[in-house]
């Protein structure tokens, strides 16, 4: 399976951005997908992650209540929605793939996740 991210871009603070991620190959709907971000000079860090029914979800706590994960099994696609954007969310975003099957508990570690994304460069200007 190959990941796609897009929708990055410059931003002002209190903005939106909404970023997708389409899955090409494998089967998508059995993946559990997550969000990371790492901002220059910092280690990657977890965002959000969404079960493979889309009804579970859960947020890092500094995103939560600001943006929102989803996803669209029949386009093979994950989404996530930052509203409110703050200086402090400027960084890489990198959509990530868990293949360990419809079992595999929700991680907010990297290493559970296999298969990334190149990433998509989203700044906020204060």
């Known amino acids: 399976v190959q990941l796609q991210a897009s929708g990055g871009g410059l931003v002002q603070a209190g903005g939106s951005l909404r970023l997708s991620c389409v899955a090409s190959g494998g089967t998508f709907n059995n993946y559990n997908m997550a969000w990371f971000r790492q901002a220059p000079g910092k280690e990657r860090e977890f965002v959000a992650t969404?079960?493979?029914?889309?009804?579970?979800?859960y947020y890092a706590s500094s995103v939560k209540g600001r943006f929102t994960i989803s996803r669209d099994n029949a386009k093979n696609t994950v989404y996530l929605q930052m509203n409110s954007l703050k200086p402090e969310d400027t960084a890489v975003y990198y959509c990530?793939?868990?293949?360990?099957?419809?079992?595999?508990?929700?991680?907010?570690?990297?290493?559970?996740?296999?298969?990334w994304g190149q990433g998509t460069l989203v700044t906020v200007s204060s």
């Open positions: 969404i079960r493979y029914t889309g009804i579970n979800t």
């Open positions: 990530a793939a868990d293949r360990r099957g419809p079992r595999a508990i929700s991680s907010v570690i990297s290493t559970s996740y296999d298969v």
